[in-house]
């Protein structure tokens, strides 16, 4: 027999885990989409803000309706400056075409906000 007092086991809680703070929101808007002047196939895209692009990948989800009738992803970045990326399609891209934001665009940094839309003028 024991002669001393049974202590029962307490379980404690865990710690409140504290959510990582993770990226910070993408607020960098789109302010216009424009034919290029040097070639049907290209857009300029300006936004809001300053941007750097990384120069080697394409922001695919970036899509314009081209002349052969699909929303398409460019293939390729052609230039970039203070504010714009010049960026190139398979088809031509004609002013008034659809074009939209349909994810993060990859290789452009502030982070891009998306879903965006609008028309090329």
């Known amino acids: 027999m024991l002669t001393y007092p049974i202590k029962y086991r307490r379980h404690r809680n865990p710690p409140a885990r504290v959510p990582s703070a993770g990226p910070p929101p993408a607020t960098?808007?789109?302010?216009?989409?424009?034919?290029?002047?040097?070639?049907?196939?290209q857009v300029r895209i300006y936004f809001a803000a300053p941007v750097a692009w990384d120069g080697v990948t394409t922001?695919?989800?970036?899509?314009a309706y081209?002349?052969?009738?699909f929303?398409?992803?460019?293939?390729?970045?052609?230039?970039a400056g203070a504010?714009?990326?010049?960026?190139?399609?398979?088809?031509?891209?004609?002013?008034?075409a659809a074009w939209?934001?349909?994810?993060?665009?990859?290789g452009i940094t502030p982070a891009v906000a998306w879903p965006q839309a609008g028309t090329v003028s």
């Open 28 to 41: 960098l808007m789109i302010t216009s989409v424009v034919t290029a002047e040097e070639s049907p196939e």
């Open 59 to 63: 922001p695919s989800n970036f899509k």
């Open 66 to 69: 081209t002349g052969d009738g």
């Open 71 to 79: 929303m398409d992803s460019p293939v390729d970045v052609v230039a």
């Open 83 to 96: 504010d714009w990326v010049r960026v190139e399609f398979n088809g031509s891209v004609a002013a008034g």
């Open 100 to 106: 939209e934001v349909v994810g993060p665009l990859d």
